[in-house]
């Protein structure tokens, strides 16, 4: 199904909030908002520039938007995300790293090669990662549907990490959003990280010609950033 946005005028005031940079609402047919994404300035926490995306809407607009539909990107710039996988099994979750730890480097993923096969109704994403030498598969079948590639690309780039990990996390959602004249992609994952219980995170990567690419960098950012807001 195609995403509607049919508050134009929602998205001009979120613009007007100090530090957001760019807004985009996705609606259902009767107007009301179903996402809404917002590209931040660093420095505001994240869950208070929920809390104002929430008090504009509900003070100007009477809409009492649900905090689960409010994805914010604090970008500082624009660069390829590494994700410190010691720090998501547990060394970097407020508990002291052995000295040896230090001392190994943590394992960066990158991405090797992404492919999105369609037949009928039926679509496949395969993500293949590549990490201190290792490479890492991950395969997801789903509705062929446009609309819902971004998230099998983002539950391919969660499997491929399956082995390196060493959390189970789910994609809450994955999209494209146009941002003024650019487009963002967005993703937004639950973590469960041993001993320290679930995260919320989400994580954003510019669309530099090719969508599924920039849905494979989100999540790397998303986890990259589980605990910052």
Do not use: C
Not at 16 to 36: H, N
Not at 57 to 79: K, P, T, W
Not at 92 to 115: Q, V
């Amino acid at each position: 199904m195609t995403a509607l946005r049919l508050r134009p005028d929602l998205e001009d005031a979120l613009r007007r909030i100090p530090g957001i940079r760019a807004a985009s609402v996705v609606t259902g047919p009767d107007a009301s908002p179903t996402e809404v994404h917002v590209l931040a300035a660093p420095g505001k926490p994240a869950k208070q520039i929920v809390r104002d995306v929430q008090s504009l809407a509900l003070a100007q607009y009477d809409l009492d938007l649900d905090h689960r539909i409010v994805s914010v990107v604090q970008l500082d710039a624009d660069e390829a995300p590494v994700v410190d996988l010691r720090a998501l099994s547990g060394g970097g979750l407020g508990e002291d790293a052995d000295a040896d730890d230090k001392d190994e480097a943590a394992p960066r993923p990158a991405i090797s090669s992404i492919m999105v096969r369609s037949g009928g109704t039926d679509a496949e994403a395969v993500v293949t990662l590549s990490a201190g030498g290792m490479v890492f598969e991950g395969r997801v079948s789903g509705p062929g549907a446009a609309s819902h590639r971004p998230r099998l690309v983002a539950q391919a780039t969660l499997k491929a990490l399956d082995d390196l990990l060493g959390a189970t996390a789910e994609v809450e959602s994955a999209t494209i959003a146009a941002l003024g004249s650019r487009e963002v992609a967005v993703s937004v994952l639950t973590v469960m990280i041993p001993r320290a219980g679930e995260r919320v995170v989400s994580g954003s990567a510019m669309v530099r010609g090719d969508e599924a690419d920039a849905i494979a960098r989100s999540v790397l950012d998303a986890l990259n950033r589980q605990l910052s807001g």
